[in-house]
T-cell receptor, first 113, second 114 residues
Framework: SQKIEQNSEALNIQEGKTATLTCNYT??????LQWYRQDPGRGPVFLLL?????KEKRKERLKVTFDTTLKQSLFHITASQPADSATYLC????????????FGRGTQLTVWP | DADVTQTPRNRITKTGKRIMLECSQT?????MYWYRQDPGLGLRLIYY?????DINKGEISDGYSVSRQAQAKFSLSLESAIPNQTALYFC????WGQGTGELFFGEGSRLTVL
């Protein structure tokens, strides 16, 4: 069965540094991968989608890479700020049906001043 | 107002009780989903619906049922609640016409079954 792993449950970094979160998957060849942000007590919010034929995608201070050979996506936040503190989830599609997703357990990022 | 609204936001109930969680959306999306979130397990799909007449089971549908009363409304029922159904439940929507398949989540309904 498909399996998604996010590198660690928690990541603590200093403000201004680059945060790098990892999402690995097995037994799977997804057509795309999504990243979401979740704040405590709130629903996840979509951040970025990267397709299998895209190596990298950027949005403001966010960068996502997708290596289908390694079966891995890296999510980078550059010049991190305390406001970036949240849990970040990666998600992969279930088959070809849009919207049906497998979610990773998430990585809780804390950015300290 | 939120685009995806869930009620109630918090509910404490007892084993064996029937519970309904409701979801309504103003985004005009045709697709709606119910996910469950447990600590350490991530989000798991319970049921989803692509149209008013369409209901599909997700990976953990046992013990749950749903009703799509209208395009904008999708409710989740626990016919006889049990303690291991204690979790945070999220309703989500997506737009079939949008190529990204991104989900728009509600704020969640925290359910505690004693």
């Amino acid at each position: 069965s498909q399996k998604i792993e996010q590198n660690s449950e928690a990541l603590n970094i200093q403000e201004g540094k680059t945060a790098t979160l990892t999402c690995n998957y097995t037994n799977y060849s997804p057509a795309y991968l999504q990243w979401y942000r979740q704040d405590p007590g709130r629903g996840p919010v979509f951040l970025l989608l990267i397709r299998e034929n895209e190596k990298e995608k950027r949005k403001e201070r966010l960068k996502v890479t997708f290596d289908t050979t390694l079966k891995q996506s890296l999510f980078h936040i550059t010049a991190s700020q305390p406001a970036d503190s949240a849990t970040y989830l990666c998600a992969l599609p279930r088959g070809s049906t849009l919207g049906r997703l497998y979610f990773g357990r998430g990585t809780q990022l804390t950015v300290w001043p | 107002d939120a685009d995806v609204t869930q009620t109630p936001r918090n509910r404490i109930t007892k084993t064996g009780k029937r519970i309904m969680l409701e979801c309504s959306q103003t985004k005009g999306h045709d697709r709606m989903y119910w996910y469950r979130q447990d600590p350490g397990l991530g989000l798991r799909l319970i049921y989803y619906s692509f149209d008013v007449k369409d209901i599909n089971k997700g990976e953990i549908s046992d013990g749950y049922s749903v009703s799509r009363q209208a395009q904008a409304k999708f409710s989740l029922s626990l016919e006889s609640a049990i303690p291991n159904q204690t979790a945070l439940y999220f309703c989500a929507t997506s737009d079939w016409g949008q190529g990204t398949g991104e989900l728009f989540f509600g704020e969640g309904s925290r359910l505690t079954v004693l």
